[in-house]
């Protein structure tokens, strides 16, 4: 094979490396896109279902129909809804790793799951 062929198969070669890369680069961006939006709606919803029951009671409270059972109910789910918030806040600041996430389909095992 000719040194001009050999040039243009490794040109060739190594621009098909970089193609693929960007290709799973860019799949690793979306699917973790798509993680962190989803996340982001299943923490909503359990932040709004502490949040519909302490307003539920909030309001039954200002009306002056709530037992001593109700407040103290009242002030464990305003506990609990901090609490929740907190560790939410600080799951989603978190990184998740190659081993708790799937890869993209087309990934190679053993690669990183995201890029730095």
Known sequence: MSRG??????L???????AKEGAEESARAYYFNVY??????AAQ???GVLSDAT??????????????QEQALYARLTEL??????????ACQKEPTGDALPQPS???????????
Do not use: I, W, Y
């Open 81 to 90: 809804t901090a609490e929740m918030d907190e560790r939410l806040r600080n």
């Open 45 to 47: 919803t359990c932040l």
């Open 106 to 116: 087309g990934a190679r095992s053993g690669q990183p799951t995201r890029l730095s």
């Open 55 to 68: 307003e539920e009671l909030l309001a039954r409270m200002k009306s002056g129909n709530l037992s001593k």
């Open 5 to 10: 062929k050999q040039m243009l198969r490794k």
């Open 36 to 41: 962190d939006r989803g996340f982001n709606e």
């Open 12 to 18: 060739g070669h190594a621009v098909r490396e970089v």
